[in-house]
């Protein structure tokens, strides 16, 4: 499995940005997915996650009401849908997939994209 993270950018306090991780592998949609982020100076953290059938979702609670994580089986992709942006959201962000679940702990996690950097400026 190969992810493709993208949708980065920089944005002013309270605005939006869609995030995308494209994947490559059939055996991708049987995987749990999810997003992590990681702040410069700190460790990468646990964002989203949603199960292989769309049907268990689960937020960090830092991002609970603003963050939304779907994925579109057709194109084979997980989409983090960032609403009402803080500077405190500013980091790289980057996707993962894992059979069975996400784990909350990057270490978990066996599939791996690069980072897209959100920039949140107050």
């Known amino acids: 499995v190969q992810l493709q993270a993208s949708g980065g950018g920089l944005v002013q306090a309270g605005g939006s940005l869609r995030l995308a991780c494209a994947a490559s592998?059939?055996?991708?949609?049987?995987?749990?997915k999810g997003w992590f982020r990681q702040a410069p100076g700190r460790e990468r953290e646990f964002v989203a996650g949603?199960?292989?059938?769309?049907?268990?979702?689960n937020y960090a609670d830092s991002v609970k009401g603003r963050f939304t994580i779907s994925e579109d089986n057709a194109k084979n992709t997980v989409n983090l849908q960032m609403n009402n942006l803080k500077p405190e959201d500013t980091a790289a962000y980057y996707c993962?997939?894992?059979?069975?679940?996400?784990?909350?702990?990057?270490?978990?996690?066996?599939?791996w994209g690069q980072g897209t950097l959100v920039t949140v400026s107050s």
């Open positions: 993962t997939a894992n059979p069975g679940r996400i784990g909350v702990l990057s270490s978990e996690n066996r599939y």
């Open positions: 592998g059939d055996t991708y949609r049987a995987y749990a």
């Open positions: 949603i199960n292989w059938s769309g049907t268990n979702i």
